[in-house]
């Protein structure tokens, strides 16, 4: 400590005996110290409230995120179930052959499928959900999962098939695509 900040502080010590003698002996000095200290509790009791108003606020700000994304997306397992279901029905009308198609009552039951079919998607679009493009796109390892290469002209990591589709709800992935990735022939 250099002597100039030892003598500051020696002279800061002698004041402060200094004020304490005089308060002893002047009332009104130590009444004066009594409402400086409580003028610095009451600063300090504003600064903790409104710190604490302002923790409540962003907790409060949280939860009602919170809230939000767990009712917008509550619905997430429900559609990933019905997912199987509808690839089940489109893989059903597409093994059907067109000498089915052809008869009567075949044709009866096909349009079946196919109205249901149909509103399975109207349900799906209603509550945000989509199917992922795929085929003819660069394989996005967020929304594809490759399954295999395949020799092909197409630019390397394009998509050329798609073994299942993928399906988002909103901006969040149900189910990422299978898909076939172009390579370079060999």
Avoid at 14 to 36: F, G, I, Q, S
Avoid at 52 to 66: F, I, M, S
């Amino acid at each position: 400590m250099t002597e100039g900040a030892k003598g500051e502080e020696q002279l800061h010590g002698e004041a402060e005996e200094l004020r304490k003698e005089t308060a002893e002996d002047a009332p009104e000095v130590a009444e004066h110290d009594h409402l400086a200290e409580l003028e610095r509790q009451l600063e300090e009791a504003k600064s903790n409230a409104l710190y604490a108003a302002a923790e409540t606020q962003n907790v409060r700000r949280r939860l009602e995120q919170e809230l939000q994304q767990a009712t917008s997306y509550a619905a997430a397992g429900f559609a990933r179930d019905m997912l199987a279901i509808k690839d089940h029905l489109e893989r059903a009308l597409a093994a059907v052959g067109e000498d089915l198609r052809a008869d009567k009552t075949a044709a009866q039951f096909l349009a079946g499928i196919e109205a249901t079919s149909r509103e399975l998607e109207a349900v799906f679009q209603r509550h945000g959900i989509s199917r992922i493009k795929s085929v003819g796109e660069a394989l996005d390892p967020h929304r594809h999962q490759a399954m295999m290469e395949i020799p092909s002209d197409e630019e390397p990591g394009t998509i050329v098939e798609e073994m299942q589709p993928g399906y988002v709800m909103k901006d969040r992935l149900l189910r990422p695509a299978l898909v076939g990735v172009a390579k370079k022939p060999d």
